[in-house]
């Protein structure tokens, strides 16, 4: 089967630096997403992962190994805005197969 | 109209009844996705649609039946729901599918009771 996880909450304060890890242990690897929902509110796309290394993109960077497993999103300068859920999914079965983790719930504070 | 929408927005349904999600993109993408969302639960995704044609099912029972007449729409038919299936279907799509790390683009979802 397909194991997935994440914290399931975390708490940061406005202008500083958070990480939030997202491990795996799935039947193949074809890629690993990273998702923003805020409540009450659809997905958006952050990043996608698919060689070992680090992604930038503005405030957020996602890094991937693969061999560990292991993945991070890296989110710089947080704003109250980024107050959201954030969902690692791993694509498996030959790319179109998608699983989430529980998703991690990330308090921004003054 | 932009981006993706999603009709009804909120639907109570009997567990004998028959309805119907409709899901629309106005971005020119080929491919397109449904989604359930319940509390507590990790986002699950149910079909892959890729140029009409679908490509995968997660293991959805058969009283979710999708439709893909054309690339910009996409339904899903109702019936004989168990209450366990309220939740939030989530419509998305992408330029191609996901099996290339594409963006995905959702819709604001059908919030669905099932009585």
């Known amino acids: 089967g397909q194991n997935i996880d994440q914290p399931t909450e975390m708490t940061a304060t406005e202008g500083a630096i958070v990480q939030i890890n997202c491990t795996y242990q799935?039947?193949?690897?074809?890629?690993l997403f990273w998702y923003q929902q805020h409540a009450g509110e659809a997905p958006t796309f952050l990043s996608y992962?698919?060689?070992?290394g680090l992604e930038e993109k503005g405030r957020f960077s996602s890094f991937l190994s693969r061999s560990k497993g292991y993945s991070y999103l890296l989110l710089k300068e947080l704003q109250m805005k980024d107050s959201a859920s954030y969902l690692c999914?791993?694509?498996?079965?030959?790319?179109?197969?998608?699983?989430f983790g529980t998703g991690t719930q990330l308090k921004v504070e003054l | 109209e932009t981006g993706v929408t999603q009709t009804p927005r909120h639907l109570v349904m009997g567990m004998t009844n028959k309805k119907s999600l409709k899901c629309e993109q106005h971005?020119?993408?080929?491919?397109m996705y449904w989604y359930k969302q319940s509390a507590k639960k990790p986002l699950e995704l149910m079909f892959v649609?890729?140029?009409?044609?679908?490509?995968e099912n997660n293991s959805v029972p058969s009283r979710f039946s999708p439709e893909c007449p054309n690339s910009s729409h996409l339904f899903l038919h109702l019936h004989t729901l168990q209450p366990e299936d309220s939740a939030l279907y989530l419509c998305?799509?992408?330029?191609?599918?996901?099996?290339?790390?594409?963006?995905?683009?959702f819709g604001p979802g059908t919030r669905l009771t099932v009585l």
């Open positions: 998305a799509s992408s330029q191609d599918t996901i099996s290339g790390g594409n963006e995905q683009f």
């Open positions: 799935t039947s193949g690897f074809n890629g």
């Open positions: 992962n698919v060689l070992d």
């Open positions: 999914a791993v694509l498996t079965g030959g790319g179109n197969k998608l699983t």
């Open positions: 971005l020119g993408h080929n491919a």
């Open positions: 649609y890729s140029l009409e044609e679908r490509v």
